[in-house]
């Protein structure tokens, strides 16, 4: 396992399986100054990885990759144990984790070429104009504060590209996911990257300001709830370090009038049950021109039937616990509230009688402003229709939503989706006849209060970047 100090620790993280209920491993903590003492080391470590080749770089990000690969059986389960999510979409998530180290290490160099600048319009005089370009530096070390749901794939989005750009890092992660924490740290030491170059701190959220505000942190990442992205960006703000926040989001996904009804209740679903449909990227609105409305419910209730719960541990499972007691009965509390208002259970929508964190998936229809359904972030299996009565109002429901991280349209007309998708919706992404996930060669993020800033792609990786100008004149 990988390296850890040996101080007396603060806290203590005790796992639980969201299946069962049960306790599993607890882990010792870090102390505050502990942490900052991880991040100094970080940062010494960093000043030489900044002058280390992209090939050497590139060498060990490949080497990441392998190390996933290697243990994904070993890092799937341990997913299942601390979080929930079922063994298939595990080994899923760490296949993407692979990809992504792979994909950067083989791009991240062009990415950061430096770009020359065009210096000879109005240039006047004896001597050549001046060269000038932009270049991209490391910023240094980048603290990121990461999220339970897809405890890899959250981490490696962001380290692949950063740990490519020069850049080190100190990951503060989910406390009910420490021992997922401590593994991908665990990868790049395997890998062979310098020891310090990328450090886990097992540290309370309620610590976490100290280092924040520690001068060896360069700048933030974040990817969470609005409220933990507010309050880290108002600390990182009042200290001038920069920050990229993805936070929550409620996708609408507009099906119109030409679309296949059984067609597009298969992108829903598929979109809406993502990790059990605990993803800020899941579809979780449903904007359905009244004129196939009917016709969409009942395919999408067919469609949704299909994810059974089940032991996560069993590769045919398609739906495991949520991720904590408390979370599922957040679901239930806000499908209950829907319904008060006059939502409709189609499907679903009881807490099952059982030991452990279930909640079924769950089909509302009649969904209108008020509700929780339709103002609030479900982060769980519930899919809510809304009706629209054509193209311009199911856009102004899908943009009048104060999240906007994804939206995707529906259409057998795909030049009149691209036109929607491109032109109408506020969303850091839009797709058409698919649902929207997160992709390496794809720009990452929202807009409104689903955060700012970008991962992922030429993009992300520039984010942690000093973005400089350099002009050489001549004597």
């Known amino acids: 396992m990988a390296k850890t100090k040996t101080l007396a620790a603060a806290h203590s993280f005790q796992t639980i399986n969201p299946a069962t209920g049960e306790n599993g491993r607890a882990y010792q903590g870090h102390t505050v100054d502990q942490a900052i003492s991880i991040a100094a080391d970080v940062h010494r470590e960093q000043r030489d990885w900044r002058r280390t080749p992209f090939s050497v770089r590139s060498d060990l990000m490949k080497n990441a990759a392998r190390s996933i690969r290697n243990n994904r059986e070993r890092y799937a389960r341990l997913m299942t144990d601390e979080m929930g999510k079922t063994v298939t979409d595990g080994l899923a998530e760490l296949?993407?984790?692979?990809?992504?180290?792979?994909?950067?290490?083989?791009?991240?160099?062009?990415?950061?070429?430096?770009?020359?600048?065009?210096?000879?319009?109005?240039?006047?005089?004896?001597?050549?104009?001046?060269?000038?370009?932009?270049?991209?530096?490391?910023?240094?070390?980048?603290?990121?504060?990461?999220?339970?749901?897809?405890?890899?794939?959250?981490?490696?989005?962001?380290?692949?590209?950063?740990?490519?750009a020069g850049n080190a890092g100190v990951l503060k992660h989910a406390s009910n996911v420490p021992g997922c924490a401590l593994a991908v740290e665990e990868i790049f030491q395997e890998a062979g990257f310098p020891t310090d170059i990328f450090r886990t701190v097992l540290l309370s959220s309620r610590d976490l300001k100290p280092l924040i505000e520690d001068p060896h942190i360069a700048a933030v990442t974040l990817t969470g709830s609005v409220a933990a992205g507010k309050s880290v960006a108002a600390t990182a703000g009042a200290v001038m370090k920069k920050g990229v926040f993805e936070l929550g989001g409620s996708d609408g996904y507009i099906v119109l009038e030409d679309a296949d009804p059984v067609a597009a209740a298969k992108i829903c679903a598929r979109g809406r049950m993502v990790n059990g449909g605990q993803s800020c990227i899941a579809a979780k609105r449903f904007v359905v021109v009244e004129?196939?409305?009917?016709?969409?419910?009942?395919?999408?209730?067919?469609?949704?039937?299909?994810?059974?719960?089940?032991?996560?541990?069993?590769?045919k499972t398609r739906l495991g616990p949520m991720e904590s007691v408390h979370s599922r009965d957040q679901i239930a509390r806000q499908v209950s509230q829907s319904v008060k208002k006059g939502a409709e259970i189609l499907l679903g929508g009881e807490v099952p009688k059982q030991p452990g964190a279930w909640y079924p998936a769950t089909v509302l229809s009649n969904v209108l402003p008020g509700q929780p359904a339709h103002d609030d972030e479900v982060f769980g299996p519930v899919a809510a229709v809304i009706s629209a009565k054509d193209e311009g109002d199911a856009i102004r429901i899908v943009n009048a939503s104060h999240f906007g991280l994804g939206a995707a349209v529906i259409t057998g007309d795909t030049a009149r989706g691209e036109r929607i998708a491109a032109e109408e919706l506020d969303a850091g992404a839009a797709f058409v006849n698919e649902n929207v996930r997160s992709d390496p060669r794809l720009a990452f993020g929202g807009v409104k209060d689903s955060g700012y800033g970008r991962e992922l792609s030429d993009f992300g990786i520039r984010e942690f970047c000093n973005i400089k100008s350099v002009l050489v004149e001549p004597l």
Not at 124 to 151: E, Q, S, Y
Not at 296 to 314: C, H, K, S, T
Request: with cysteine; proline share 13%.
């Open 95 to 164: 296949e993407k984790c692979a990809w992504c180290c792979q994909f950067f290490a083989e791009r991240a160099e062009e990415f950061l070429r430096p770009i020359p600048q065009e210096m000879s319009a109005n240039h006047a005089g004896p001597k050549p104009p001046p060269r000038a370009f932009v270049t991209f530096n490391p910023l240094g070390v980048i603290l990121a504060v990461m999220p339970w749901n897809f405890p890899f794939w959250q981490v490696m989005r962001f380290a692949a590209p950063h740990l490519m």
């Open 291 to 315: 004129r196939i409305r009917e016709a969409f419910e009942r395919a999408l209730i067919e469609e949704m039937r299909q994810y059974v719960m089940g032991d996560p541990n069993d590769p």
